[in-house]
């Protein structure tokens, strides 16, 4: 057991050291998460648009559409068989 908690504490301090003397690392470390930040403000605004904010004029409108998605019966039958 002590031969496991050494090598766990030999990981962590080797890690912990590393972050601390790191010089060079800090710097990509900062466009990295600036390129992340950046990544997904574009992707949400060009790829996951507010449907419901741009197709429906109220919230009541909005809430009718979710509910009649989300209850609307979607069983093999249905396909099978559509109403008229």
Not at 38 to 44: E, N, Q, R, T
Not at 56 to 73: C, F, H, I, K, P
Request: net charge positive; proline share 4%.
């Amino acid at each position: 057991m002590t031969k496991r908690t050494n090598i766990a504490t030999r990981i962590v301090r080797f890690y912990a050291d590393g972050f601390r003397n790191m010089t060079i690392g800090r710097t990509l470390w900062a466009i990295i998460i600036v390129k992340l930040v950046v990544l997904f403000a574009v992707l949400k605004l060009f790829f996951f648009p507010d449907i419901l904010a741009s197709g429906y004029d109220s919230d009541e409108a909005r809430a009718g559409a979710v509910r009649q998605a989300l209850t609307t019966s979607n069983t093999k039958e249905s396909i099978q068989n559509p109403r008229p």
